[in-house]
């Protein structure tokens, strides 16, 4: 298959994009390695320390406040550091960018008229 040649070398650029779009997705970006870094770390302290071969018994189990200590480390520990990561974010990570003028009557009223219309309309 041949492209036109102008389509061939079209190469989007950040400049190109609007800040809207851009801000969104370095946003999601930021969400989704955080949630990709806290359930790896939690799936291998989980598994590593909390996992016990069959016929393996520990004769003593450490804990830390009251839980196991794989639970701490593996279950509490990221819970603590996404929500103090999620606060960060949320007052100096996102961007709140202006989406424009609000026109929230508008399509109400016109959704109106056009219904007036076929009322209108059928009674003819």
Not at 1 to 12: E, G, L
Not at 91 to 105: I, K, R, S, T, Y
Request: proline share 5%; glycine share 6%.
């Amino acid at each position: 298959m041949k492209f036109p040649p102008a389509a061939k070398n079209r190469v989007a650029t950040d400049d190109q994009y609007d800040p809207v779009f851009l801000h969104a997705r370095r946003e999601a970006l930021f969400i989704l390695g955080l949630f990709a870094a806290c359930v790896t770390w939690s799936i291998f302290v989980c598994y590593n320390y909390g996992y016990l071969d069959p016929g393996e018994e520990r004769a003593v189990i450490r804990t830390i406040l009251g839980m196991p200590s794989w639970v701490f480390w593996g279950i509490a520990v990221p819970w603590v550091v996404v929500d103090i990561a999620t606060v960060w974010f949320c007052f100096f990570f996102m961007v709140d960018d202006d989406l424009g003028e609000a026109h929230e009557g508008d399509d109400l009223a016109e959704q109106i008229e056009h219904m007036h219309e076929r009322e209108e309309a059928r009674h003819d």
